[in-house]
């Protein structure tokens, strides 16, 4: 049980354009779900929180207005990168918590890799 | 603030021998403390977590790690290390269920056959 799945698992796209990454739940409700972005080499950086049905709480740094994240139910969230550029070709992970599963712990997708030409 | 610290970018260690990957971290209150290892490419995988109780901790694949609270460490140890242990691996802590983890740097282990 708690499974998260991320699609696409990898996506290329020209400079400008939007994409959209979705992170589902597969058997669970998902409270909370988290995303996160990683540069090679580097450590997990959480970009946002989204809570079910309620605006997501952006980290310090993150523009809400580029990186746009619904969470419009139990067991999708989705961040679209809006006119993406190079600079924001990365990793970006999701991780759902589960709704009544003891200390809310955390989930994790497969990834999703971004190249931004 | 929350903040986790994993002082070694690499860990060498050969096959068979014991593996410690080291962690410290601060928060306030209680700490619920994570590890998670990372395959190339690849999301997270939960390894063991800390919330409560017993100080030394068993997770999957034979790894464990030991809490302890006056030095402020959660180091993960394997006994003997194979070469499939080779990947990334991540200290991650939150100060409550539920809430946002912060990931230390990662240390990335390699055992040699």
């Known amino acids: 049980g708690a499974v998260v799945s991320q699609h696409p698992s990898r996506v290329i796209c020209k400079s400008g354009t939007s994409v959209k990454i979705e992170c589902r739940s597969l058997d669970f409700q998902a409270t909370t779900m988290f995303w996160y972005r990683q540069f090679p080499k580097q450590s997990l950086m959480l970009m946002a929180t989204?809570?079910?049905?309620?605006?997501?709480?952006?980290e310090q740094g993150v523009e809400k207005d580029k990186f746009l994240i619904n969470h419009a139910s139990l067991t999708l969230s989705t961040l679209t990168v809006t006119s993406a550029h190079p600079e924001d070709s990365s990793f970006y992970i999701c991780?759902?918590?589960?709704?009544?599963?003891?200390?809310?712990?955390?989930?994790f997708g497969p990834g999703t890799r971004l190249t931004v030409l | 603030a929350q903040s986790v610290a994993q002082p070694e970018d690499q860990v060498n260690v050969a096959e068979g021998n014991p593996l410690t990957v080291k962690c410290t971290y601060s928060v306030s209150g209680n700490p619920y403390l994570f590890w998670y290892v990372q395959y190339p490419n690849r999301g997270l995988q939960f390894l063991l977590k800390?919330?409560?109780?017993?100080?030394l901790v068993k997770g999957s694949y034979g790894f464990e790690a030991e809490f302890n609270k006056s030095q402020t460490s959660f180091h993960l140890k394997k006994p003997s290390a194979l070469v499939s242990d080779s990947a990334l691996y991540f200290c991650?802590?939150?100060?409550?269920?539920?809430?946002?983890?912060?990931f230390g740097g990662g240390t990335r282990v390699l055992v040699k056959p």
């Open positions: 991780s759902a918590s589960a709704r009544g599963r003891r200390y809310n712990e955390q989930f």
């Open positions: 800390y919330i409560t109780g017993d100080n």
């Open positions: 991650a802590v939150s100060k409550a269920a539920g809430n946002k983890l912060t």
């Open positions: 989204s809570n079910e049905g309620s605006k997501a709480t952006y």
